[in-house]
C-alpha cells in the first residue's frame, strides 16, 4: 500500500524559511517521480515543482524559481521542498505527490494528475 504524509508546514513570517517533508512508503524513488503541488483558497491546485527518478533532475514553477529546492533522501524513502523567502502568496496547503515514470510529469506550474498524493500540510506566511 503507498502512503504519503507531509509534514514541516506551519505560520511563518514572510521572508523566512520552511521545510516540508514527504514520508513514503509502498513504493521505490528509483521507480517514481516527486511533485510538489499548492493550493490556496478559491484557486485550483498548481505545481510548485517536481523530481525526477532517474537523475534527479528539477522543474520549478516560474513564481517560486529560485526560491525553492526540491531533494529526495531514497535510504529514508523521504522528499523535501525547501522554500525560502517565503511571501505571503505563497500560502497555501502543499501537496506531495507520486508518479510512476522516472522522468516527473511536468506541464510549467499546472496541475497534474500524479498517480499517489498525500493529505497535504497547511503553510501560512504572515505579512
Known amino acids: 500500500e503507498v502512503q504519503i504524509v507531509e509534514s514541516g508546514g506551519g505560520l511563518v513570517q514572510a521572508g523566512g524559511s520552511l521545510r516540508l517533508s514527504c514520508k513514503t512508503s509502498g513504493f521505490s524513488f528509483d521507480d517514481y517521480s516527486i511533485g510538489w503541488f499548492r493550493q490556496a483558497p478559491g484557486k485550483a491546485r498548481e505545481g510548485v515543482g517536481c523530481i525526477s527518478a532517474v537523475d534527479g533532475s528539477t522543474s520549478y514553477a516560474d513564481p517560486v524559481k529560485g526560491r525553492a529546492t526540491i531533494s529526495t533522501d531514497k535510504a529514508k524513502n523521504t522528499a523535501y521542498l525547501q522554500m525560502n523567502s517565503l511571501k505571503a502568496e505563497d500560502t497555501a496547503v502543499y501537496y506531495c505527490?507520486?508518479?510512476?515514470?522516472?522522468?516527473?510529469?511536468?506541464?510549467?506550474?499546472?496541475?497534474?494528475?500524479?498517480?499517489?498524493w498525500g493529505q497535504g500540510t497547511q503553510v501560512t506566511v504572515s505579512s
Open positions: 505527490a507520486a508518479d510512476r515514470g522516472v522522468y516527473c510529469s511536468w506541464n510549467g506550474g499546472y496541475y497534474v494528475p500524479y498517480d499517489y
